[in-house]
């Protein structure tokens, strides 16, 4: 069954839906193509630093997710109503946990908010939540649905004062950036002197594994591996890791988060957040996803502490390193 979606996503993108960009990072323009999706955006790997991202990408990457405040809330009725979870709410109570353990109080600024759903499960923690979206009507969602203090802008735009964040969380974002640098910039004048960043990023080298998986068995076909349409970037741990360097911030974290069980009920329902998978519906997928995870946290260890190919997603912690 299909479901009317609240953003303006498109199956297929064409020529004047893109413009070619240079490497977010290193800024030139020398890379390899590695497979290309949904018409015209390209997954490419930069000659200069090694960088993962979408060359052509989308015009305006982020308008992908300013549709209508009532579709979205049809697609999440239940969840806002309290009748029903969100199918990452343990992925973000985890993620919730690691922060309370280096920064358990203060001022706590989510960036790229979206309807609220992750920051909803800060509250009644210690911290004083702020949110911030460009969206105007999911961040409408997020002041409606769930009283959460959330701006309508970009961080770059929204006018925090300097030094005023204890935490500054970037979960499932930072990969839709753009312009990374420029957030990072912002983030270091926002955040305190020992304030900490925490980033989540989906695997780069996790994305090139599927990849490598689908084209050995003869799937690459209409298989939408690295979500290019919103995920222009694709960090592994180690361009990460220069990115957040060269913006003047240090790394003192980073590990695996758990998988995010994606529920495929809504090709019954039609609802995608509403309704949690029936295992019997999902099992092969949700038990690979488990066995991978499981498997990336031998390999963590057996790469001597580098996040590899197996693991769903990266995890960092960072702080200002002057």
């Known amino acids: 069954m299909d479901y009317d979606r609240g953003g303006r996503q498109k199956e297929i993108y064409s020529e004047s839906d893109v413009i070619s960009v240079c490497c977010p990072f290193c800024n030139i323009n020398k890379y390899r193509q590695i497979y290309q999706e949904r018409g015209t955006l390209a997954i490419v790997k930069c000659l200069g630093c090694g960088l993962l991202y979408v060359n052509p990408r989308l015009k305006e990457p982020e308008k992908i997710y300013w549709g209508e405040a009532d579709k979205y809330f049809k697609e999440a009725r239940l969840i806002f109503e309290g009748k029903s979870r969100h199918h990452r709410d343990q992925n973000y109570i985890q993620d919730l946990k690691l922060i309370y353990k280096y920064k358990p109080s203060g001022n706590f600024l989510d960036v790229g908010t979206n309807m609220g759903?992750?920051?909803?499960?800060?509250k009644g923690w210690s911290w004083n939540?702020?949110?911030?979206?460009?969206?105007?009507?999911?961040?409408?969602?997020?002041?409606?649905?769930?009283?959460?203090n959330v701006k309508t802008a970009f961080l770059q735009d929204a006018g925090f004062k300097n030094s005023?964040?204890?935490?500054?969380?970037?979960?499932?974002?930072?990969?839709?950036?753009?312009?990374?640098?420029?957030?990072?910039?912002?983030?270091?004048?926002?955040?305190?002197?020992?304030?900490?960043?925490?980033?989540?990023?989906p695997n780069g080298l996790f994305n090139l594994f599927k990849y490598y998986c689908?084209?050995?068995?003869?799937?690459?076909?209409?298989?939408?591996?690295?979500?290019?349409?919103?995920?222009?970037?694709?960090?592994?741990?180690?361009?990460?890791?220069?990115?957040l360097d060269k913006f003047g911030f240090k790394v003192i974290r980073v590990c695996i988060g758990r998988p995010i069980q994606v529920p495929v009920w809504h090709n019954y329902v039609g609802h995608y957040y509403q309704y949690p998978t029936p295992w019997m519906l999902d099992c092969k997928r949700q038990f690979a996803r488990i066995t991978l995870y499981l498997l990336s946290l031998i390999e963590y260890r057996i790469r001597l502490n580098r996040v590899g190919y197996l693991a769903p997603n990266i995890v960092v912690i960072a702080k200002k390193s002057s």
């Open 129 to 148: 939540l702020y949110g911030v979206e460009p969206s105007s009507s999911l961040s409408e969602i997020a002041r409606k649905y769930f009283s959460l």
């Open 164 to 201: 005023f964040f204890d935490v500054v969380t970037m979960t499932d974002v930072f990969e839709h950036l753009s312009e990374p640098g420029e957030v990072l910039e912002e983030v270091k004048r926002i955040l305190k002197p020992d304030g900490i960043l925490f980033i989540k990023v």
């Open 214 to 243: 689908a084209k050995t068995t003869n799937r690459l076909k209409n298989y939408d591996i690295f979500d290019s349409y919103e995920h222009v970037v694709h960090y592994s741990q180690k361009t990460l890791k220069l990115m």
């Open 117 to 122: 759903f992750f920051l909803r499960n800060a």
